[in-house]
Nanobody
Framework: QVQLVESGGGLVQAGNSLRLSCAASGQTINRNSMGWFRQAPGKERELVAAISWVGGVTLYADPVKGRFTISRDDAKNTQYLQMNGMTDEGSGVYYC???????????????????????WGPGTQVTVSS
């Protein structure tokens, strides 16, 4: 079992940057593909970025490409989401997620469905002010 806890959320002005962290416990995550999802009020949980457990393969939602960077430090059992050039659309609850052991990024048509992830953190709120 993997337990995930996000941190780093808060209030950020449009155009500025924010870095989210996700600390894992219960087991090492070096065999888990990981993801970040965002859920805005009244909307479904949507992929922001994902990273594979091997090979460093990444997947980004189109709106964040070139501005957000997902990374992982398996030695620290932590993954990160660096968010630059924040926009109003970036507001929401950000969730850290992990796929079952040795599973690839659940990719379909250039995105990743939340139903393919097995472990979730409680989320951290990000609010972008304009």
């Amino acid at each position: 079992q993997v337990q995930l806890v996000e941190s780093g959320g808060g209030l950020v002005q449009a155009g500025n940057s924010l870095r989210l962290s996700c600390a894992a416990s219960g087991q090492t995550i070096n065999r888990n593909s990981m993801g970040w999802f965002r859920q805005a009020p009244g909307k479904e949980r949507e992929l922001v970025a994902a990273i594979s457990w091997v090979g460093g393969v990444t997947l980004y939602a189109d709106p964040v490409k070139g501005r957000f960077t997902i990374s992982r430090d398996d030695a620290k059992n932590t993954q990160y989401l660096q968010m630059n050039g924040m926009t109003d659309e970036g507001s929401g609850v950000y969730y850290c997620s992990a796929v079952r052991d040795y599973g690839p990024i659940p990719e379909n048509d250039g995105t990743s469905d939340s139903r393919g992830y097995d472990y979730w953190g409680p989320g951290t709120q990000v609010t972008v002010s304009s």
